[in-house]
């Protein structure tokens, strides 16, 4: 075991994120993000080779980082709602011009402006693309603030191993909780010095198009449909959850993020009442865990989802499920956190 750092959940993404390999950092303060915006100016501006930028604007941001990604380096954006709106376009282009790099969205309540209050209202805009076309981020959903660090490391790594956007969707809660983390030692990934896709001049190579574009139909088909192929193997080989007390459950939950967190003491808690529930929590967003889901509701006989919204992910439960059973759902919003025994008395509802 390592040494563990209480850090908090904003500070430990911007650790864990130069630890493993960035170097670039484009972004606007938003709150409830800010501090990892400030961590990554403290620790960056003092490192060669580095680069930290608050941008003029949202939009502004996410161009910096598709030109520090067209290079092949490691590079982040943060920011929450009505910030990651404005990075939809730029998103839309990173993902068909296939450049990695890591956004993250510590979500805020809206539509709108909102409030600063945590919410996981943002689950359609992360998870079916925000922006225009036909794209697909890989979306990691973590519960803690040590999983925050493991997951933020893992993105970069996702991110180069299939060219794509990753997106670490963490609620507003998340990024101000403070927790001890521990950084592990993990097998060290080499970025080759040189990729055939970067951009580093066309002398002595053919130029390469860094902003796919081609009115002809037939071969922007082939491009996007390619596209669609990298996601049917991200879809075959990275899907992540947890699954929680299954065995005999009377009821099922599913939740993610600081929702899971608080299931969990509901399941301890109906225990003592001779209440037998499970929970599913998606890891990964996209891919969504439909297999667990759907081999479950052969034999659960409710499923209860629990949002930080009006219901969003219930809707990727029910096509899991495909009415094999029932599929409830129970969510504030507002930035409103459902308590235990909100939860506890909505599981009752259904036994």
Not at 71 to 89: D, F, N, W
Not at 129 to 155: F, K, M, N, W
């Amino acid at each position: 075991m390592g040494e563990k750092i209480l850090m908090k959940g904003n500070e430990a993404i911007g650790e864990s994120a130069i630890r493993a390999g960035c170097r670039f950092f484009f972004g606007y303060p938003i709150t409830p993000q800010s501090e990892l915006i400030a961590y990554m100016a403290k620790k960056l501006l003092k490192m060669e080779d580095a680069a930290f930028v608050q941008s003029e604007s949202e939009i502004a941001a996410i161009n910096m980082v598709y030109g520090a990604a067209s290079t092949g380096a490691r590079v982040m954006t943060s920011s929450s709602g009505p910030g990651i709106s404005l990075k939809q376009e730029g998103i839309s282009y990173l993902s068909v011009a296939e450049l990695p790099c890591v956004v993250v969205n510590i979500m805020r309540s809206g539509p709108g402006l909102g409030n600063i209050q945590p919410a996981q209202g943002d689950y359609f805009q992360a998870t079916k693309g925000g922006g225009h076309g036909d794209y697909r981020l890989i979306v990691l959903a973590p519960s803690s603030i040590q999983e925050l660090v493991d997951l933020t490391s893992e993105a970069f790594d996702l991110a180069d191993k299939y060219r794509n956007p990753v997106m670490i969707l963490a609620d507003g809660l998340l990024g101000q909780m403070m927790e001890a983390v521990e950084f592990k030692e993990k097998p060290k990934v080499e970025l080759p010095d040189k990729k055939g896709w970067t951009l580093t001049g066309c002398e002595g190579r053919e130029p390469h198009c860094i902003i796919p574009f081609d009115l002809d139909p037939v071969a922007f088909e082939k491009w996007t449909n390619n596209l669609g192929e990298k996601y049917i193997k991200i879809k075959e080989k990275e899907v992540r959850y947890e699954a929680i007390n299954m065995e005999d459950a009377e009821l099922i939950i599913v939740a993610y993020g600081t929702v899971a967190r608080i299931a969990k003491t509901v399941i301890n808690n109906a225990k003592k009442e001779g209440i037998n529930i499970g929970l599913i929590r998606p890891i990964t967003l996209f891919p969504f865990p439909e297999e667990i889901i759907a081999s479950t509701a052969e034999k659960a006989k409710n499923f209860l989802v629990v949002e930080m919204s009006q219901g969003q992910m219930v809707e990727d439960v029910r096509l899991a499920v495909e009415g094999k059973t029932e599929v409830h759902f129970y969510g504030r919003t507002g930035g409103m956190i459902p308590s235990q025994e909100e939860i506890l008395r909505e599981v009752k509802r259904y036994l």
